[in-house]
């Protein structure tokens, strides 16, 4: 059995994985009850945890716990408190519980560690980037396992893609050859698209104005991070699913429009800075419910040549929308990040036995 934890504040996620069944529970983050969800006794082959943040502390992708690991994650807990901090306790508590285990630490941010200057430097004062203010990306895990895919299934002749993270806090990623050159998270996910609670990109001084209304920072922070985005347009709690479901309700249909807006000005931008694109690929945890919203998202790049017209099995979880020969293709992929947390730390830990 493998075991994988991953904050959702204020939870931690604890997912078991055993041949191919995965269970996951939720737990509260107290280290007694924590401390009780794992057996002391179980047959464990390896532990992974997830951080959502690595700054410029952790730019490896999966690295091998040991003691002097845990300093690099205390220093990251600035960068992203909520989740961190759960990560951090979680990391400390089984690796003393389980000392004969393997245990491994994946980073979401180290795929875009290298981001070129032009893309990751806010124009600020160069001491604030030497104090770690630039754009670091986000969902790195699931961008670098698309690009694997792609080359896979491309047989390498793919080079420039662009990568859509679609869900309740959706982002993208310009990727040429491997390396990303772009994306639309900033310091933290905050920056980019809207979200399902967060508002994306928006004007600093809108910070300062509330501040000026009598809200707090605090008020704010909750303000633009828990009650904005789809939630905050449709005025009630909304996820990614009740956007692209095509309910009869004017709120939604103009929270989608919002949402289809920001995707293909980012994608377009990106489409330019890769001088040309190879394919456009689409992520989802349910790609037949995204399909339609997919559609129009194509509809819009009629000039690269994209045809839905037809549906290409490639074999899952992925397929090709369009014909083969066109000049740049449509890729829709089904994957989650917990299933390639699993895969990557099974593989991982057959790798290191």
């Not at 931690?12 to 041949?19: D, H, L, T």
């Not at 992974?48 to 690991?69: A, F, M, N």
């Not at 961190?84 to 630490?105: Q, R």
């Not at 998202?297 to 040549?305: A, P, V």
Request: aromatic share 10%; glycine share 8%; charged share 25%.
């Amino acid at each position: 059995m493998i075991v994988l934890l991953r904050p959702v504040p204020p939870f931690i996620e604890v997912c078991k994985a055993e041949n191919d069944s995965v269970s996951i529970g939720q737990t509260v983050p107290d280290r007694e009850e924590l401390s009780k969800i794992i057996d002391s006794n179980a047959q464990i082959e390896g532990i992974g945890y997830l951080l959502s943040h690595g700054g410029e502390v952790c730019t490896d992708t999966i690295t091998r716990v040991r003691k002097d690991t845990f300093d690099k994650i205390e220093e990251c807990i600035e960068f992203s408190p909520e989740y961190n901090d759960l990560t951090f306790k979680a990391v400390k508590l089984f690796f003393e519980k389980f000392p004969e285990v393997p245990h491994f630490l994946f980073c979401d941010t180290a795929y875009f560690a290298q981001l070129p200057d032009e893309a990751s430097a806010y124009a600020v004062p160069y001491h604030l980037r030497e104090q770690g203010i630039r754009r670091y990306g986000a969902f790195g895990l699931i961008h670098e396992w698309v690009w694997g895919k792609v080359e896979d299934v491309s047989d390498k002749s793919v080079h420039k893609i662009i990568s859509v993270h679609l869900g309740d806090t959706p982002n993208i990623a310009a990727i040429k050859d491997g390396k990303p050159i772009e994306t639309t998270v900033g310091f933290t996910s905050s920056e980019g698209l809207p979200s399902s609670h967060g508002c994306g990109d928006v004007d600093p001084t809108v910070v300062f104005q509330l501040y000026a209304k009598g809200m707090s920072f605090e008020g704010i922070y909750n303000l633009l991070s828990n009650e904005s985005g789809f939630t905050g347009l449709a005025g009630k709690e909304c996820l990614y699913s009740d956007v692209v479901s095509g309910k009869d309700d004017p709120n939604l249909s103009g929270v989608k429009h919002i949402l289809l807006y920001s995707i293909i000005r980012y994608v377009g931008a990106f489409v330019s800075l890769l001088g040309g694109v190879d394919a456009l690929v689409f992520v989802a945890k349910d790609v037949e419910q995204s399909r339609k919203f997919i559609g129009e998202i194509c509809d819009r790049f009629g000039f690269l040549g994209i045809s839905r017209e037809s549906i290409i099995e490639l074999g899952e979880p992925v397929q090709e929308i369009g014909e083969r020969n066109v000049k740049t293709k449509v890729v829709c992929m089904e994957q989650d990040q917990l299933n390639i947390l699993v895969h990557d730390l099974k593989k991982t830990i057959n790798r290191e036995m």
